[in-house]
């Protein structure tokens, strides 16, 4: 059973940092594009940013362009997003996803996703 498990969010103050990590398992992860989700109360899930599964290309929301970073360790089954500058808006679920296709090119789009993590919690303080 394909797992994808989240971790490494939590409290920070604005302008602080956080990193999340999202590790897979029974997966094909290097041969996946993966992404980053964010779902705040009252609001419907947003992209983040997404990478391709050999990590050569990235994509991001324009609201955290400049910001956050994805990247990913193929060998370690293990996706990331480095976190920096965070502001209160920032707050919320914040969900890593595996792409349904292999070998696919970034993608910004929830539903072609297929595979999602239970989400970790990132609350950032004004």
């Known amino acids: 059973q394909v797992q994808l498990v989240e971790s490494g969010g939590g409290l920070v103050q604005a302008g602080g940092s956080l990193r999340l990590s999202c590790a897979a398992s029974?997966?094909?992860?290097?041969?996946?594009?993966m992404g980053w989700f964010r779902q705040s109360p009252g609001k419907d899930r947003e992209f983040v940013a997404t990478?391709?599964?050999?990590?050569?290309?990235?994509h991001y929301a324009h609201s955290v362009l400049g910001r956050f970073t994805i990247s990913r360790d193929n060998a370690k089954n293990t996706m990331y997003l480095q976190m920096n500058s965070l502001k209160p808006e920032d707050t919320a679920v914040y969900y890593c996803?595996?792409?349904?296709?292999?070998?696919?090119?970034?993608?910004?789009?929830?539903?072609?996703?297929?595979?999602w993590g239970q989400g970790t919690q990132v609350t950032v303080s004004s």
């Open positions: 029974s997966l094909t992860f290097s041969n996946r594009t």
């Open positions: 990478i391709t599964w050999r990590g050569t290309s990235m």
């Open positions: 996803a595996a792409d349904r296709v292999q070998f696919g090119s970034t993608v910004s789009i929830a539903d072609f996703y297929e595979y």
